[in-house]
């Protein structure tokens, strides 16, 4: 039996996230000046605190809220009770803020349970979030006890073993967030890892990261395909050392049958006939153009497993919802979840007319293919796209990137002007 000592109530250090605050047990004395930045930029971990808390997760914690802000005015989540699991809950802290910033009235239909196999962290969270339940359980056994409405997942580590039980378990309608923090599998840093967990290669080129996410959301299409389910991508992010995805989930044998549809590869240095196939087959908006770094090919292109410019098999299929992405604007993310939420949604709204464009063109390649001294400034080249009149956006990416449906010959045109 575990008899770990908790804190009394009175020593537990106050940590405010958002207009959230959270109740933690005091940071260990003695930390070099090395680990109290850590502790401020993330992620942490028990040398830190006796329980886990990441403070690098507040960003995609304020997405949270907003994203259930909208989901519960939408038709998709129309109960008068959305039964709510926080599978890996640790400390309570998602849960909190989601009682705390949401609307009273969506707040008040929430059913929240969390579940967490560290006791000590569950003392917290019962008193962070007192009318929740809270189950010291592992959570596939958890997730398999009700048909849930809203899952949240989000481990140390891969998700893979807990999306089997989710699928299983999940409503005939709801939404799932997912997290993975095995980002050298999912961006193929080490190439075992992901062929074994993931049975995909990644090229550890520019794309990595992209390729990651679309990785991980091809991993939930194939575990709700196996169950009868398919998703709907509503949000997608790479933010520091995790990758996450939201997605509906919906019972719809027809629909999971079609998963290949959504499945498909990437190249690297694409030859003119993979770039014809791309543009025919409406993944590839810059068209056929020789000389591009990047495009996506569906799933039926015959393509060689041991050719070092593929990376695959990936989803292909938008990694947004337009209506979620222009619901999150800095004022909505200020006026509920405080005045440091701005940087959590910042370029999302931009990015929502260009939900459906599955290309991702980071500008730090656009000197190998055009006469430039280096990249341009993204705002720059976003304006002059515009002005050409095509759609262009900053993307929300941990690397300076844009997205547009321009052409690659008026990319490059745009570029060398930004240097006129």
């Not at 939408?74 to 008068?80: A, F, I, R």
């Not at 006791?119 to 339940?133: R, S």
């Not at 967030?177 to 074994?196: F, P, V």
């Amino acid at each position: 039996m575990n008899t770990t000592e908790v804190k009394p109530l009175e020593e537990a250090e106050i940590v405010r996230e958002g207009r959230t605050e959270h109740r933690l047990p005091p940071a260990k004395e003695g930390r070099s000046e090395l680990q109290q930045e850590r502790h401020g930029k993330g992620p942490a971990d028990r040398a830190h605190r006796s329980v886990f808390h990441n403070p690098a997760m507040a960003n995609c914690r304020t997405r949270s809220v907003l994203l259930m802000d909208y989901m519960l005015d939408s038709e998709w989540l129309n109960k008068p009770v959305i039964h709510t699991l926080d599978a890996l809950c640790a400390t309570g802290s998602r849960i909190n803020r989601w009682l705390t910033e949401l609307p009273n009235e969506k707040a008040a239909k929430l059913r929240i349970t969390g579940a967490d196999l560290d006791e000590e962290a569950l003392e917290y969270a019962k008193k962070n979030c007192p009318d929740v339940t809270f189950i010291h359980k592992d959570s596939r056994q958890v997730l398999l006890e009700s048909g849930w409405q809203w899952i949240d997942i989000d481990p140390f580590g891969s998700p893979l073993p807990f999306l089997d039980s989710a699928m299983q378990s999940s409503a005939r309608r709801s939404v799932m967030e997912i997290t993975a923090t095995d980002t050298a599998a999912l961006t193929g840093s080490s190439a075992n890892a992901c062929l074994r967990r993931y049975g995909a290669k990644i090229s550890t080129d520019g794309m990595a990261h992209d390729s990651a996410i679309r990785l991980l959301m091809a991993t939930v299409a194939r575990a709700a395909s196996r169950h009868d389910r398919c998703i709907i991508p509503l949000l997608s992010s790479w933010d520091s050392h995790h990758i996450r995805v939201s997605v509906k989930v919906h019972r719809s044998i027809q629909s999971a049958n079609q998963l290949e549809d959504d499945l498909g590869w990437r190249v690297a240095n694409p030859t003119p006939d993979e770039l014809k196939f791309a543009t025919d087959s409406g993944l590839h908006p810059q068209g056929e153009t020789e000389g591009q770094p990047y495009c996506l090919l569906p799933f039926d292109y015959p393509v060689r497993r041991d050719d070092e410019r593929i990376s695959g098999p990936l989803w292909t299929g938008p990694l947004f919802d337009r209506d979620v992405l222009a619901s999150m604007t800095v004022e909505r993310a200020v006026e509920l979840c405080g005045d440091d939420a701005e940087r959590a949604v910042r370029y999302l709204v931009d990015e929502a007319e260009l939900a459906d464009v599955r290309s991702l063109i980071t500008t730090d390649v656009l000197p190998r293919y055009c006469a430039v001294g280096g990249p341009p400034r993204l705002a720059e080249l976003v304006e002059g796209l515009r002005d050409a009149g095509y759609k262009a956006c900053i993307a929300k990416w941990g690397a300076p990137a844009i997205r547009t449906d321009a052409p690659w010959t008026i990319v490059l045109q745009v570029t060398e002007s930004c240097f006129d």
